[in-house]
């Protein structure tokens, strides 16, 4: 009830001003532009790591001197009133929310989760224009956003970034600041699977919105001409109605490709569905360190995916491309695998999340970034050693 209350209200007057997150009484002061409602006491659900990892943040900046008030990232009203020794900036925009609230010595510092726009939009056009050329199909765009600013992204004094090599090569065009990766753990509590469990012709695509763009429409074309695998979808394609017109026999009318919609990962629903599943498909265009993946191996689900989706190491498997020739072959590959090589591959998934991708790891990447920003600073004593 108080979820619903407050968000009925946050739909009227805006989110508004979280102020000292922590409840921590330090002098100097941070902005964290992120999601308000991440730190309701009611936001119990982990569907997306990125909740976890602003608690995580912000507790970061509490150690480091720092006393953290929260405002969404969208957020363009006027509800500041302090000035701020140092801000995190989700998505950098023309005009920032902190523009005059910002101390004499502040400290910017950017937090990216995915490609250049510029890049990531011009393939969502691609892709949505191959598809109109192959299916006669027009459909609108679905995750097109403003590119950043490049006067107000090169002057930023750090830059935090969930990146793999492919996404950090769109930024080549700019001069960026010192970048600072964070590790885009998954979930801890998530005991694997057993392996045994596992269906190697059984696939699931994973994701939320812009489904052309992350290629569900590539896989349900491919499925459809492979009765004899099954592809299972979790994902906000109902909340795109002209991509679900356009696929309506794919999505309802086949046995072989079960459509569910979007699921909580942390829900006893999506445990189940995953359980059966032999892989983890996503031939997505643009990611940055693709968060869907350390979620799928922390089930001990193996992962399928383009270069694009940030990972390199051996235990995900790599997509040559995402033609829709190269993806038939690669899933009639992987549903020939014996079972002996699917239960080695989740394994190892399980693994590499334990080993690179826990929580443990995001929290030492935050603090390491801040210690390197923060150089000679120490806002504990009041001010900059010089």
């Not at 942390?266 to 032999?278: D, L, N, T, W």
């Not at 643009?286 to 089930?299: D, H, P, Q, R, Y």
């Not at 790891?361 to 920003?373: L, W």
Request: aromatic share 8%; glycine share 8%.
């Amino acid at each position: 009830m108080r979820s619903l209350l407050w968000k009925a209200r946050a739909r009227v007057f805006g989110p508004g001003l979280l102020r000292n997150a922590t409840g921590a009484s330090h002098r100097r002061r941070a902005l964290l532009l992120h999601q308000v409602a991440a730190f309701r006491a009611w936001a119990g659900s982990r569907s997306h790591q990125q909740i976890g990892q602003a608690h995580e943040i912000a507790r970061a900046l509490d150690e480091s001197g720092y006393t953290v008030d929260v405002a969404d990232w969208s957020e363009r009203r006027p509800i500041l009133d302090a000035a701020y020794d140092l801000v995190i900036d989700l998505h950098p925009r023309e005009r920032a929310l902190y523009d005059g609230h910002l101390a004499p010595d502040a400290l910017r510092l950017s937090w990216i989760t995915g490609s250049n726009p510029e890049f990531s939009n011009a393939v969502e056009r691609e892709r949505l224009e191959e598809l109109r050329r192959r299916r006669g199909v027009v459909l609108a765009p679905r995750r097109q956003v403003p590119p950043f600013p490049r006067e107000r992204f090169e002057s930023f004094d750090g830059m935090l970034a969930f990146a793999g090599p492919a996404a950090l090569r769109t930024y080549s065009g700019f001069r960026l600041p010192p970048v600072h990766l964070l590790v885009n753990n998954g979930y801890d509590e998530m005991s694997p699977t057993d392996p045994s469990r596992r269906n190697p012709r059984r696939f699931l695509f994973m994701a939320s919105t812009g489904q052309v763009l992350k290629g569900l429409d590539r896989l349900l074309e491919v499925f459809a001409e492979e009765p004899d695998l099954e592809l299972v979808v979790l994902s906000h394609f109902r909340r795109e109605s002209d991509f679900e017109r356009a696929y309506r026999r794919e999505l309802t009318g086949l046995p072989n490709i079960r459509a569910i919609g979007f699921l909580d990962v942390s829900s006893e629903r999506f445990r189940g569905i995953q359980a059966e599943c032999g892989w983890l498909i996503l031939p997505s265009g643009s990611e940055g360190k693709c968060g869907t993946i350390t979620v799928a191996m922390s089930f001990g689900l193996p992962a399928v995916a383009s270069e694009e989706c940030g990972f390199d190491e051996p235990e995900v498997e790599r997509l040559p491309d995402c033609g829709i020739g190269t993806l038939r072959a690669v899933v009639r590959d992987l549903a020939a695998r014996p079972a002996s090589e699917v239960r080695r591959r989740a394994e190892a998934a399980a693994a590499l999340v334990s080993r690179d991708y826990a929580r443990a790891g995001f929290a030492t990447s935050v603090r390491a970034a801040f210690g390197a920003v923060l150089g000679g600073r120490n806002p504990r004593r009041g001010g900059t050693a010089r």
